[in-house]
């Protein structure tokens, strides 16, 4: 394969990702060519460029997402300690027993002898289908917090597959 | 400890804590995404605010079918192009790669990089890492998002295709097309 053919498998090999055909094919041109091996260098030096790019989070940058959420809705208000673990401990509780759960009063559930909150809990479905009926019967705000959410486009498949042309220089896309 | 997925769903149910938890693991990676995609602190920290309301919003409609960064990266890269196109009144700007101009491949530029031993090339020099942010910032979007994603969060091709809604093919494309034109530009500053 020529240098030319190549490259694009270079970039690829310098990022893991081709496959063990395409690696070996370029292991095979870069050991016959120097060209090549100074470009896989130069591919990897600009892979290290965008690390060294790294910002700093801005010094207000919580308090102010955090202060928006709360103003529409979005989040809810912090708990008290001792609601936050009876919310942990009661949902295996419910999970046992969801039948009667429902025809139980949350006093009832609250009142029940349960250990402290699990640490290595495995969340089966049914466990969050429990924990957000328990949410639900137990603050019915939640429903208000659902129904102001926006629908919102975020995983709409209409990303367009191709960037704008570039109005010159680049070759179009593969 | 509980799964970014988890606390999604947690916080879909109406947990204030798992959403505290989330900003607290990924606030950083979001910043510096939105650094490196804006290449301005102050839209990035716009951005970056946009980004976690956004993801609040959209918590009623979350399904943990994809990975919670995925889905994360993909509001993060909407929320981001919308502040290029509100700065950048016409469009992408024009790539930099002649035709041709890499046809030896070989280009007259010395960048450090992750083999070099020389502990003083082994950090950026400042003027280079300037340069470097100019020509990453001059990139087509399309092209910068793929090469950020997956140089600079560790996303895999696969990861940043579906971020993108492109193949895996395309994003190795850009991907190269991208490095091209970032080695095109910083020789282009050497010899001239
Ligand atoms: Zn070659």
Not at chain 1, 17 to 30: D, F, K, M, N, Q
Not at chain 2, 121 to 145: C, I, K, N, S, T
Request: charged fraction near 30%; proline fraction near 6%.
């Amino acid at each position: 394969m020529g240098c030319r053919d190549i490259r694009e498998t270079i970039s690829a090999f310098v990022d893991g990702e081709a496959s063990p055909e395409e690696a070996g094919a370029v292991r095979e041109h870069l050991a016959s060519c120097e060209r090549c091996r100074v470009l896989e260098r130069q591919m990897r030096a600009v892979g290290a460029g965008v690390r060294q790019i790294r910002g700093t989070v801005p010094d207000r940058l919580r308090e102010t997402v955090f202060a928006r959420l709360e103003a529409e809705g979005a989040l809810p208000p912090p708990m008290p300690a001792h609601a936050r673990s009876w919310r942990w401990a009661a949902a295996p509780l419910a999970a046992a027993a969801l039948g009667l759960f429902l025809l139980t009063s949350g006093d009832a559930i609250r009142k029940a002898s349960v250990p402290g909150p699990p640490t290595a809990v495995f969340l089966t479905t049914e466990d969050r289908e429990t924990i957000a009926l328990l949410d639900v019967l137990e603050d019915t705000a939640t429903f208000d917090a659902d129904g102001e959410s926006e629908g919102m486009d975020l995983l709409a498949p209409g990303d367009s597959a191709e960037p704008p042309a570039p109005t010159r220089g680049a070759r179009s896309g593969a | 400890m509980r799964t970014d997925e988890e606390l999604m769903l947690l916080f879909r149910e109406g947990s204030r804590e798992a959403f505290e938890e989330l900003f607290a693991r990924h606030h950083r990676a979001v910043v510096r995404f939105a650094w490196r995609m804006t290449g301005d602190p102050a839209t990035a920290e716009e951005a970056a605010q946009e980004i976690f309301l956004r993801i609040a919003r959209a918590a009623p409609s979350y399904r943990p079918t994809a990975k919670f960064t995925t889905w994360m990266y993909t509001i993060a890269r909407r929320s981001t192009l919308n502040y290029l196109r509100d700065t950048e009144e016409e469009g992408e700007k024009v790539p930099i790669l002649q035709e041709g101009e890499a046809e030896d491949g070989v280009y007259p530029v010395h960048l450090p990089g992750p083999e070099d031993r020389n502990p003083e090339r082994m950090v950026w020099e400042a003027q280079l890492a300037d340069r470097f942010r100019a020509a990453l910032g001059e990139l087509p979007e399309a092209y910068r998002a793929a090469f950020v994603l997956n140089r600079g969060d560790g996303l895999s091709y696969d990861e940043v295709a579906q971020v993108l809604g492109i193949t895996v093919q395309a994003v190795k494309t850009r991907i190269f097309r991208a490095r091209e034109m970032l080695l095109s530009r910083l020789s282009k500053d050497v010899s001239g």
